[in-house]
């Protein structure tokens, strides 16, 4: 018997989600794709709230809706991993259950990827902020054309394709997915997202950014990962250590100072925000700030800190991270 696979899986990592699920999945209703061939796994990362109630409500509306569960949770990346094993469709993506999809989104990046025969397309998003909508362009002004994804990778000088790391972004061929790039790292604490990024864009051939109705991304969520002050903030550090092996691997020395810029970036805006850290978070940070930093050539370090600017160097050293 032949199995037919759906055309489009959309993988949701779902914990404690009771509250916002219903827009996400509602808004999966209106894509202008046969829903039978939209396929849905939900991945309940050991919520504790009205979760599954939600699901039971919304598999009448949703006829290849399917969850799984973890009976303790796992995190954000194991939940996606599991999503990623369990979904069958030609093309993959992502939707976090407090955001949600424009009408037709979907339909629309379908029809693009089948017309580019890319590994990967990326579009826009749009932020929310209560009522508020900001529209966030994906930073490559080639639209519509298959394009070579090492070119999304540098200049080093401003943020380009591999910082635009939002995941619901991202409609991933099956090729890619059982090649395996698709998988999170799980050892990551936070900025998986980051690392992801990077090794699709290094591992892939063929991607092309699209102009299509977008995804709503929620902000300023109560209790958002990028809100708070605890140790998980380290992970951006171990992220970009992960891609700085990866390149040393694939002699790819070209990528190096694109990498130390945004680590450089990055810290800057943790330093900005010092106050937000207790202290037994802050010196770890720093010290492991130093060590990743001391991996990198001396020149290369001088030229990165010079482009910085002043100002932004001040406010690092003066929160403890010799640059």
Same mark, same amino acid.
């Given at each position: 018997?032949?199995?037919?696979?759906?055309?489009?899986?959309?993988?949701?990592?779902?914990?404690?989600?009771?509250? +916002?699920?219903?827009?996400?999945?509602?808004?999966?209703?209106?894509?202008? !794709?046969?829903?039978? &061939?939209? =396929? #849905?796994?939900?991945?309940?990362?050991?919520?504790?709230?009205?979760?599954?109630?939600?699901l039971e409500e919304a598999s009448s509306r949703l006829p290849a809706l399917r969850w799984v569960h973890h009976r303790t949770p796992q995190g954000v990346s194991?939940?996606?991993?599991?999503?990623?094993?369990?979904?069958?469709?030609?093309?993959?993506?992502? !939707?976090?259950?407090?955001?949600?999809?424009?009408?037709? +989104? *979907?339909?629309?990046?379908?029809?693009?990827?089948?017309?580019?025969?890319?590994?990967?397309? #990326?579009?826009?998003?749009?932020?929310?902020? $209560?009522?508020?909508?900001?529209?966030?362009?994906?930073?490559?002004?080639?639209?519509?054309?298959?394009?070579?994804?090492?070119?999304?990778?540098?200049?080093?000088?401003?943020? /380009?394709?591999?910082?635009? #790391?939002?995941?619901?972004?991202?409609?991933?061929?099956?090729?890619?997915?059982?090649?395996?790039?698709?998988?999170?790292?799980?050892?990551?604490?936070?900025? =998986?997202?980051? &690392?992801?990024?990077?090794?699709?864009?290094?591992? /892939?051939?063929?991607?092309?950014?699209?102009?299509?109705?977008?995804?709503?991304?929620?902000?300023?969520?109560?209790?958002?990962?990028?809100?708070?002050?605890?140790?998980?903030?380290? $992970?951006?550090?171990?992220?970009?250590?992960?891609? !700085?092996?990866?390149?040393?691997?694939?002699? *790819?020395?070209?990528?190096?100072?694109?990498?130390?810029?945004?680590?450089?970036?990055?810290?800057? +805006? +943790?330093?900005?925000?010092?106050?937000?850290?207790?202290?037994?978070?802050?010196?770890?940070? /720093? #010290?492991?700030?130093?060590?990743?930093? $001391?991996?990198?050539?001396?020149?290369?370090?001088?030229?990165?800190?010079?482009?910085?600017?002043?100002?932004?160097?001040?406010?690092?050293?003066?929160?403890?991270?010799?640059?």
């Amino acid at each position: 018997m032949t199995v037919t696979r759906p055309q489009v899986s959309v993988v949701v990592p779902a914990r404690d989600a009771g509250g +916002h699920l219903p827009d996400a999945l509602g808004s999966l209703q209106r894509q202008d !794709l046969d829903l039978c &061939e939209l =396929e #849905v796994v939900v991945v309940d990362d050991g919520s504790a709230d009205d979760t599954l109630a939600v699901l039971e409500e919304a598999s009448s509306r949703l006829p290849a809706l399917r969850w799984v569960h973890h009976r303790t949770p796992q995190g954000v990346s194991a939940a996606r991993n599991r999503g990623i094993r369990e979904s069958r469709g030609r093309w993959v993506t992502f !939707l976090d259950p407090d955001d949600w999809y424009y009408p037709g +989104h *979907l339909a629309a990046m379908l029809a693009a990827a089948e017309r580019y025969d890319v590994d990967f397309l #990326v579009c826009d998003q749009v932020q929310a902020y $209560g009522n508020d909508r900001r529209r966030v362009r994906a930073p490559e002004p080639r639209r519509h054309v298959p394009l070579d994804p090492r070119t999304g990778i540098l200049p080093t000088s401003r943020s /380009t394709m591999v910082n635009y #790391v939002q995941v619901s972004s991202r409609f991933l061929s099956r090729r890619v997915v059982d090649g395996g790039l698709a998988a999170f790292d799980e050892q990551l604490p936070t900025a =998986e997202d980051r &690392e992801w990024a990077w090794r699709l864009f290094l591992g /892939t051939e063929r991607y092309a950014v699209v102009d299509a109705p977008g995804y709503v991304y929620r902000r300023a969520v109560p209790g958002s990962l990028t809100d708070v002050g605890d140790a998980r903030q380290l $992970g951006f550090l171990e992220a970009y250590d992960t891609v !700085l092996d990866r390149l040393r691997r694939d002699d *790819l020395p070209q990528y190096e100072p694109k990498v130390l810029r945004d680590v450089l970036a990055v810290l800057h +805006h +943790h330093a900005a925000r010092r106050s937000a850290y207790p202290a037994d978070v802050w010196k770890p940070l /720093t #010290v492991r700030a130093r060590q990743v930093l $001391g991996r990198f050539d001396e020149r290369v370090v001088a030229q990165q800190v010079a482009a910085l600017g002043p100002e932004r160097v001040r406010t690092v050293r003066k929160q403890g991270v010799s640059l």
